[in-house]
């Protein structure tokens, strides 16, 4: 029997997605076009101008974080006091700077009005450097007051987090998902992913998703804090279509529907799910 290692056993859509400011609409709508999200959302634009920004720093708050496991360096995932850009561009500003570098979601005044009324909604201020002489508009990094989580990963045995050449455990480190498909002992491929098992027989198999939270970390908010990025529920992105705001990419986050927390939350993720 194969040993696999996984965090999503029945993955659903619809519900949760991963907020973007669409840099790629601003400068190469084609390319965005051929590479939209199977599930999730575009938006569609207005009369963009082509400003984007580009991260100069971002003032963390509280001491640093590491992984209680394996003491991972995690910093991305602490909040920010105060973020810097870089604008870059010409013509007039839309509602959203989209973001080179990082995922940070930047929004104008009036986004934030219309996303202050959603539960969780939190706006860091920024400031925007221009080389240019042109006004710049305010911008807030919106954030969510709630950390959400991925679903944690779950060892189909024992085996599972252990190298199959030399014994060397673990190959993921179960707390934070930080690991090898080479052992960090004898530095053999020790894990692949489903489609090459069969050019790699006898491997663990790495089933891991990277776009699956954990419903036990939710607390309902509509808009919750995910690392330096956020997450959405399908109301914010309906409020976002709705007033026509862009360029942003809603990209669909699963949710594992095995997750004991699925009972507590099912009526509301069903109302969320019929959201248009």
Known sequence: ?????????????GVFFFLTADWLEVVDPEER?????????????????????????????????????????MDMNRPSRKVTFEAFGDGKFEDILPDEDSRMFLVSDRVKVLLSKFKGAKFVPTEIQCQQDDEIPRFWSLRGSHRISESKIKFSS????????????????????????????????TACRPAEIEKLPGLIVDRRRNDCIALSSWNGDDICAFGTSVIVTKAVVAALQKA???????????????????????????EIAKKK
Not at 165 to 189: D, L, M, T
Not at 245 to 267: G, N, R
């Open 1 to 13: 029997m194969a040993q696999d290692i996984s965090n999503c056993e029945n993955a659903q859509h």
């Open 33 to 73: 076009l051929r590479s939209a999200p199977k599930h999730g959302v575009l938006s569609k634009s207005r009369d963009i101008g082509s400003w984007y920004a580009q991260l100069l720093s971002s003032g963390y708050e509280g001491p640093r974080l590491t992984c209680a496991e394996c003491r991972r360096n």
């Open 158 to 189: 024992v085996a599972a987090n252990s190298c199959v050449h030399c014994g060397a455990s673990p190959v993921i480190c179960a707390e934070c998902g930080f690991g090898s498909h080479f052992c960090r002992k004898c530095k053999k491929r």
């Open 244 to 270: 026509k705001v862009s360029p942003f990419l809603a990209d669909s986050m699963a949710y594992d529907a095995a997750d004991k927390s699925t009972i507590k939350w099912q009526k509301h993720l069903d």
